[in-house]
């Protein structure tokens, strides 16, 4: 069964990732390394590496590997990074990321997705990943300023206080919209934030608290 899913996941890294386009060298070994059928639940895991998002319970998905790749190339990741996601879901892109950089602070609203990655991901070995259940909307003050920060739930613009918790330099990569939701890219120059809008995308709604 494990040959199977290795063989499965070259696949996927082949066709789906290098194959359209994605080059970052460390993008491509973490997508080759991380065991994404452990983050699907058990009934999925035969399409575990089947080109497109899949249901995680509670209403929510994990991402299509492309997306997740693309999000993560974006970001130009060199690997001594301190990263900050919103929206831990499954787990999955947790994982990749911590693959590739230095620390990963992860933050996800619905507690029992958040204690099944970090279940998983612990028993994977991951020791470069810290966890907050609550509303990521705010980011992760104690942690700032971050090198980057990737959101996967769509707001309808991007969150001031989130960008304010970039460093210099930091890049963001962010789903925005209600109906029609683009990727945009922020990155924090100086004084100001230049916005980048990518492909339009699919996403749940980032869900906002107050
Ligand atoms: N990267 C994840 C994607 C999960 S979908 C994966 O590949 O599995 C997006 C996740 O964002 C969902 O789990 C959802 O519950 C979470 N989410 C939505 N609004 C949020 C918020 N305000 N703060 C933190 N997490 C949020």
Redesign the pocket.
């Known amino acids: 069964m494990r040959n199977d899913f290795s063989s499965l996941r070259e696949k996927m890294v082949e066709v789906q990732i290098a194959g359209r386009g994605i080059k970052n060298a460390k993008v491509l070994d973490a997508m080759g390394k991380v065991p994404r059928h452990f983050?699907v639940p058990e009934e999925l895991r035969d399409s575990a590496y089947a080109d497109g998002?899949l249901p995680?319970g509670?209403?929510?998905?994990?991402?299509q590997p492309y997306i997740?790749a693309y999000m993560t190339e974006i970001l130009e990741l060199g690997g001594a990074e301190r990263v900050l996601?919103?929206?831990?879901?499954?787990?999955?892109?947790?994982a990749v990321l911590a693959e590739i950089v230095k620390d990963v602070f992860t933050?996800?609203?619905?507690s029992t997705?958040s204690q099944r990655?970090q279940d998983v991901l612990k028993s994977l070995g991951y020791v470069n990943i810290q966890f907050k259940i609550?509303?990521?909307?705010r980011g992760w003050k104690d942690f700032a300023p971050y090198d980057a920060i990737?959101v996967?739930?769509a707001p309808g613009s991007v969150p001031k206080v989130l960008q304010e918790q970039l460093q210099v330099g930091g890049r963001m990569i962010i789903p925005v919209g209600v109906d029609y939701q683009e990727l945009v890219l922020v990155r924090r120059e100086e004084k100001t934030f230049k916005e980048t809008r990518l492909l339009p995308v699919r996403?749940?709604?980032?869900?906002?608290?107050h």
């Open positions: 983050f998002p995680i509670a209403g929510q998905t994990i991402s997740v996601e919103v929206g831990t879901g499954s787990g999955y892109q947790t933050i996800e609203v619905v997705l990655a609550g509303d990521g909307t990737m996967t739930a996403f749940v709604p980032l869900v906002s608290l």
